[in-house]
């Protein structure tokens, strides 16, 4: 993903009226993820989209999806996937949260596409109608809901869960300005931590998981887990530093980090070397700290 962005590649998420199976190069010239790489969506159910589109053109709106498609192959579980995944996103009329938003009956709008595409096919089939009243009309499209937007972080870790990685937008990108001027080393370069030793480095990342430990002595430490747009990397904090940045040490935190890379103070004659953190404080802080 950083030398697509290093070559100036926009990849896009999965999208029903674009995506193959596989990685794709648009006529834009840009990266499409495939249908196949969202979890849970299936085999079986990428297949009949993408058949479904080459036989009879591409999917007008999500009405026009859940009339088209098998309903049995495509079922409640793959349409979920497809929109935390960011595949119904070209349908700018309706956002993700919105799929999710349940009415007093505590069916979500997936529910009730899924009853109306079943509908629309009844009639088409010259079936029976549901006894349902507000749904005889197979014909009547449901009202999209209106509600609270998703938080963009939960909104990000849904689409990271489903494809694997950030690609809608990054949990990093209001601070480009602060990684900028305040780092001096992307967390990629800490796979080589020996080429660094005795250096001075800033990084920031994303705190993406966090652990309180206890060690056999019974004295509490910590470890941090951040992710910036190169890689991630695990950091333990041990003693007064653990009780001192303890509080910025929440999944979901932005930081900018500190320190100097030097010889593990436990094990010197292993040659052992580590990124030992001295100050911590979170990115949207960074200006007036530094």
């Not at 870790?157 to 601070?175: F, M, T």
């Not at 004295?219 to 890689?231: A, P, Q, V």
């Not at 009780?243 to 930081?255: D, I, W």
């Amino acid at each position: 993903m950083e030398e697509c962005r290093r070559m100036g590649l926009h990849v896009l998420v999965p999208d029903i009226n674009e995506s193959h199976a596989r990685f794709t190069v648009n006529k834009s010239g840009d990266i499409r993820f495939g249908l196949a790489a969202i979890k849970g969506l299936g085999e079986a159910a990428v297949e009949h989209i993408i058949e479904e589109r080459n036989k009879n053109g591409n999917y007008k709106d999500v009405f026009n999806f859940v009339e088209r498609i098998n309903l049995t192959t495509v079922n409640k579980r793959s349409i979920e996937a497809l929109v935390m995944g960011g595949g119904f996103d070209s349908f700018h009329e309706i956002d993700r949260h919105q799929y999710f938003i349940t009415d007093k009956e505590n069916m979500t709008f997936i529910d009730h596409l899924l009853r109306y595409g079943n509908l629309v096919k009844s009639q088409k089939t010259n079936t029976l109608f549901s006894s349902d009243i507000s749904y005889r009309n197979a014909q009547k499209q449901p009202v999209i809901p209106q509600g609270e937007p998703w938080a963009p972080l939960y909104r990000l870790n849904k689409e990271k869960e489903l494809i694997g990685v950030y690609l809608s937008s990054h949990p990093l990108d209001d601070y480009k300005l602060e990684i900028e001027n305040f780092t001096n080393c992307p967390l990629s370069e800490l796979q080589q931590i020996d080429q660094l030793r005795n250096r001075e480095l800033a990084v920031a990342g994303l705190v993406t998981r966090v652990e309180h430990l206890t060690a056999k002595n019974g004295k509490t430490y910590g470890s941090i887990t951040i992710e910036d747009y190169t890689d991630s990397h695990r950091l333990l904090i041990f003693g007064k530093d653990y009780e001192e940045f303890r509080k910025y040490m929440y999944e979901g935190y932005s930081l900018l980090i500190k320190g100097s890379v030097q010889r593990n103070a436990w094990k010197k004659d292993a040659d052992i070397w580590e990124f030992k953190v001295k100050a911590m404080t979170l990115l949207n802080n960074a200006r007036t700290r530094s």
